[in-house]
């Protein structure tokens, strides 16, 4: 018997980005640092997340982000179509935004990664970056760490366990597949550390 053909599989493919790093990786970090134990190890890994064209750390020896290299490099790029990726850790992305020239615009989107910070932070990323960045899109997101992810989820006072509001996740049950309505099974999350972060949420 024939087998049917199967229909053609579409691939979507993300364009080349260029990365800008206001956080050291962990091999470079300076001792001294008091943020050390808060700063998120894996920056420069999670560029393998899309094609890079072009990455630049912008740091000190000891640590520090350069801000003005930083808004530098950003302004170069303004001209350019390809999506720009910035993470920082989020007392980096704090000094950053703070150091912030007159608004100008970009061609390509801004996608900014920030680790959990404190909520004077959130303010002060989301306040300022997307009024100085003036890009057709601009995109903040935060990444929790692997310990303190899960306090979001058992923090409520009644008792109650929560998911939040933007993360993505299924039911699975014994079988290893989606469980049935009604049925309970273990909490499988799709996206466990990333949370957006729009402006109305600080």
């Keep these: 018997m024939a087998s049917q053909a199967s229909p053609p599989q579409r691939t979507h493919r993300h364009p080349s980005g260029a990365f800008l790093l206001l956080t050291p990786p962990p091999s470079s970090r300076h001792p ?3 943020y050390n134990e808060y700063d998120t ?3 420069p890994e999670l560029t393998q997340f899309a094609p890079v064209k072009e990455c630049v750390t912008a740091v000190f ?5 350069n801000t003005v290299l930083a808004w530098a ?3 170069e790029w303004a001209q350019k179509c390809d999506p720009v990726y910035l993470f920082a850790a989020a007392h980096h992305a704090v000094q950053f935004a703070q150091h912030s020239p007159a608004p100008f615009a970009l061609k390509g989107d801004i996608r900014i990664l920030s680790s959990h910070g404190r909520s004077s932070h959130r303010r002060i990323i989301t306040d300022k970056l997307p009024q100085t960045l003036l890009a057709p899109s601009v995109t903040i997101r935060e990444i929790y760490s692997t310990p303190a992810h899960p306090l979001h989820y058992i923090s409520c006072q009644e008792g109650h366990f929560h998911i939040p509001q933007f993360a993505r996740f299924m039911l699975v049950g014994e079988n290893g597949y989606p469980a ?5 099974g273990l909490l499988q999350l799709n996206t466990p550390l990333l949370t957006p972060l729009p402006p109305s949420a600080c």
Excluded: R
């Design 61 to 65: 020896s000891d640590g520090q982000p």
């Design 180 to 184: 049935a309505e009604g049925n309970t």
């Design 73 to 75: 490099v950003l302004m």
């Design 32 to 34: 001294s640092s008091p």
């Design 41 to 43: 190890p894996l920056f």
